[in-house]
């Protein structure tokens, strides 16, 4: 600031001589013209007499010219004029440069003093600009002209340092020294500044270097010219050199990612675009490309082509132009395929849209798809027999099935106008269909709250009619709750009895004495009775634990060691291929019991496997056996013996009759009354005698299975007409009314017609047998489309019901009304006879109602042949 201040002085200085020689000069000329005025006169008065001009002029001014004290003629003279005049001149101009002296030192003055205020001004300024460098984060180095002038690394030749200098302070004196700080600088640094300094004060280099301490700061050093003064500016940029290193991180990581998105755009398979506010296309991917049919995007561009239809084009950017984003739908071709697109635009900023399209004609058909299932749900939904209630997230009804109005009695109108889950509830309560609840808006409320649970619902509604009704409800997917109800009423009616069902049979299976195991299908045991325990010696723990039927099969070989009937045992127990068949069996143990097995396979993969002491059953059933035998052979004897004695019979009861009907007809002479009624008698007890040994030699023949059927067409009018005949005359004689039941287009059958009618004889002659008078006999016959029913009923005595199961047994007789019973093998003949023909016999009695017997014949009977061995009574 010296030689700031030492300029000023100076200027100053010259300022103040420059206005004395003014002032001098003009003093000069003012004093000249007074002395070369009195001189003027003489020298005009010598040049002659005065121009005529000049005499008019001092005419006119001599009374000015008196006033002032010169002599009026002297005026006429010119070389007094012109002296005089030269003289005036000098004074006029000496007092005009007196003025113009005193204008030029007070504009100095003025001058001096505005650039004093400049000046002033300057100080300020400096001093503010020192003041700023003195608060510079940067050290500061300034070279003046002296400095520079001085020899390096002088003192003289110190710059003056400015600014932040903790940087650069010597720790060990303390003071801020250039020369400290190119010391602590690693490597060619310090001697690079040092030249860079050296050609900055000598040529006045520019120069900018980046520098680093050994203690690894990194400092920035700038150096430039400042007028005649060298100046460098060393910045400490440790800190920004981090945060530029962090920023350039930044800037790659953010060039890169820009870098995969442009790439992701690019490779998206949906059209993605860029355009501006005048419609045409600056970037397209190659999905859009590939949209509008382009080669590559580059062509895309330079056709224009857009991709959205125009009137949807239209609506985007109505929308774009009110500054919100534009959506919409359109109808795109695309490789020759229409598809439905929806189109995204919106603005990004710098005047341009950027678009997306994407194809939502798969979304479209699925959403029709979803469509058709939401709508083939409602309608399995709606032939379910449960039901189902939906709701909205508003809670109104928004679907129900018939079984819903069917188990609520709600009416429909109310259910079509969709009411709120709460207006639902009030009419059920008010219709008591609800159960009873000791606050009832609470419990409303809380139901009402199920909207905002995830978890599902479950609980039992016992309504006060008696029903149970399952609740069920869980979140829709679409929002709301759906409700399934289904009354178990029943079902809990059911478990209740099954669970009865249940505990009755395990009572039962633990009381059987049967031995009962289930095994299930790995073959470990599941189920047992108290009977299997004992019938192999099993203790209870033994049997704990499921064991496998393995290790049961080795525990019992010291009771029965069969290997083969375990290991069969074995195989079908474990085995889940064909193998797994029912079976049964015997074993004989050594201590000599007899156990009879049986193996059930059951649905769910077990099996079941029974055991039964047979021990006293066996030695039972072979003395039954053993007694069977010997009453099998006496009844054969005894049926051999009544055959061989019923056939010798026949020989001499046919001489008999002849006899008795020879004296009948009195060929040898009359007969007295008596002798006459004694012969009929004769003649009468031969022929039953006669008919018992026929029925016997007939049932015989049976049981020997030695009948031959004569197989014809039989016409069945013809043998109810027989039967009919027959039992007239025994009818009339016992007042008993005889009725016949038979269509005439009855048709015929393949059968054995004397057999036939033999069956319908004996059938009246037992009807007969047990009439009185007034009561009545039908005879009747009956066709299907698969039999002949043959039939005789009377309202005789009936049969009792303990004699109904033994009336077609051999030798099975009971008094009639007369208290004469028959030998018993009428019925019996009957039930072999129909039998032989593929058919059976029914009996429909009550005592004081009558009976009915019928014969029921096939019409197509599997098998019709001689020799059927049948065994009477079977």
């Known amino acids: 600031m010296s030689h700031l201040r030492q300029g000023r002085d100076s200027q100053l200085k010259s300022m103040g001589a420059r206005k004395s020689r003014a002032a001098r000069a003009a003093l000069g000329l003012a004093v000249s013209a007074l002395v070369a005025a009195p001189f003027a006169p003489a020298q005009a008065h010598e040049g002659g007499a005065a121009p005529g001009w000049l005499g008019g002029w001092a005419e006119n001014a001599a009374p000015f010219l008196e006033s002032i004290g010169v002599d009026p003629h002297l005026a006429a003279d010119p ?34 003093a505005r650039r004093a205020e400049d000046l002033e001004g300057l100080m300020k300024r400096v001093n503010a600009a020192e003041a700023i460098l003195a608060a510079e984060p940067d050290a500061v180095f300034i070279w003046t002209p002296e400095t520079m002038k001085a020899s390096p690394g002088t003192l003289q030749a110190r710059p003056r340092i400015v600014g932040s200098t903790s940087a650069i302070v010597d720790p060990s004196s303390g003071a801020v020294d250039f020369d400290y700080f190119v010391s602590r600088l690693v490597g060619e640094h310090g001697a690079k500044l040092r030249d860079a300094v050296n050609r900055l004060r000598s040529r006045g280099a520019r120069f900018s270097l980046i520098l680093q301490t050994v203690q690894g700061h990194i400092f920035e050093a700038e150096g430039r010219p400042a007028g005649a003064q060298a100046v460098l500016w060393l910045r400490d940029v440790t800190g920004e050199r981090a945060e530029v290193s962090r920023l350039m991180e930044r800037i790659k990581s953010a060039d890169s990612a820009q870098l995969r998105l442009t790439e992701q755009l690019g490779l998206l398979p949906m059209p993605a675009w860029r355009r501006g506010l005048d419609g045409n296309l600056l970037w397209v991917n190659e999905a859009y490309a590939g949209a509008v049919d382009a080669a590559s995007p580059g062509e895309a561009l330079e ?3 857009r991709l959205a239809p125009d009137a949807l084009q239209r609506e985007l950017d109505k929308v774009l132009e009110e500054g919100g984003r534009a959506s919409g739908q359109g109808r795109v071709v695309i490789a020759g395929e229409r598809r439905n697109m929806e189109i995204t635009e919106f603005p990004i900023g710098e005047g341009q849209i950027a678009g997306i399209a994407v194809d939502v ?11 058709r299932h939401i709508e083939a749900h409602r309608t399995t939904l709606d032939k379910l027999t449960s039901a189902v209630a939906i709701f909205g997230p508003d809670k109104r009804l928004k679907f129900y099935n018939e079984a819903y109005v069917s188990l609520w009695g709600l009416d429909e109108a109310l259910l079509k106008d969709e009411p709120t889950e709460g207006e639902l509830l009030d009419q059920l309560r008010a219709a008591r269909r609800l159960p009873e609840q000791a606050n009832y808006q609470d419990w409303r409320a809380r139901r009402l709250e199920l909207y905002r649970s995830p978890e599902p619902l479950e609980e039992y509604w016992h309504l006060p009619d008696g029903q149970t009704v399952r609740v069920m409800g869980q979140a829709h997917p679409f929002g709301g709750l759906i409700y399934v109800y289904e009354n178990v009423t029943e079902k ?20 059987l004495k049967e031995a009962v195991a289930v095994f299930g299908s790995d073959g470990r045991l599941k189920l047992h009775n108290p009977a299997y325990e004992e019938i192999w010696n099993f203790s209870p723990a033994e049997l704990d634990n499921e064991p496998h039927f393995n290790e049961l099969a080795e525990a019992s070989t010291y009771l029965y060691d069969n290997e083969e009937v375990w290991g069969d045992l074995r195989a079908r127990i474990t085995s889940a291929g064909a193998v797994r068949a029912e079976q049964a069996g015997r074993v004989e143990r050594p201590d000599g019991t007899v156990i009879d097995y049986a193996l059930v396979p059951l649905p769910d993969g077990a099996t079941l496997l029974t055991f039964v002491d047979m021990t006293d059953s066996t030695r039972m059933e072979r003395a039954l056996r053993e007694r069977n035998e010997a009453l099998e052979t006496a009844d054969r004897l005894k049926s051999e013996f009544i055959s061989h004695v019923s056939y010798q019979l026949r020989t001499p009861l046919t001489n008999i009759i002849g006899f008795g009907e020879i004296l009948e007809a009195e060929m040898f002479g009359e007969l007295t009354p008596k002798q006459h009624e004694y012969t009929v008698g004769i003649l009468d007890s031969s022929n039953q005698l006669l008919d018992l040994v026929n029925d016997i030699l007939d049932l015989a023949t049976v049981e020997a299975g030695a009948m031959a059927l004569e197989v014809s067409e039989v016409d069945l009018s013809e043998v109810v007409r027989a039967a009919e005949e027959f039992a007239q005359r025994p009818a009339q004689k016992n007042k008993v009314t005889l009725k016949v039941e038979c269509p005439e287009d009855i048709g015929a059958l393949k059968a054995d017609e004397r057999r036939i009618k033999q069956i319908m004889l004996n059938l009246l002659s037992n009807s007969l047998a047990f009439t009185q008078a007034g009561d009545t006999i039908v005879i009747g016959a009956a066709r299907s489309d698969s039999e002949v029913a043959l039939f005789v009923s009377d309202t005789g005595d009936g049969i009792k019901p303990e004699h109904q199961a033994t009336v077609f047994d051999r030798f099975e007789a009971r008094g009639g009304p007369d ?21 059976w016999v029914t009996l429909e009695s009550a005592p004081e109602m009558g009976t009915r017997v019928t014969c029921h014949l096939p019409l197509h009977a ?3 042949r001689a020799g059927a061995a049948l065994q009477v009574g079977s």
């Open 79 to 112: 070389s007094y004029v012109a002296g005089l005049s030269f003289a005036l001149a000098a004074v006029v101009l000496a007092n005009l440069f007196a003025f113009w002296s005193m204008r030029s030192v007070r504009a100095a003055r003025g001058a001096e």
């Open 303 to 305: 056709k224009q082509t």
């Open 361 to 371: 004609s798969a979304l479209e058909e699925a959403r029709q798809e979803l469509r």
């Open 492 to 511: 809990l009616h059911l478990e209740s009895s099954y669970n009865v069902l249940e505990r009755v049979q395990r009572e039962t299976l633990d009381n």
């Open 819 to 839: 208290g004469h019973s028959g030998a018993g093998l009428g019925l019996s003949l009957v039930k072999s006879f129909v039998e032989l023909h593929g058919g």
């Open 862 to 864: 599997p098998q019709l």
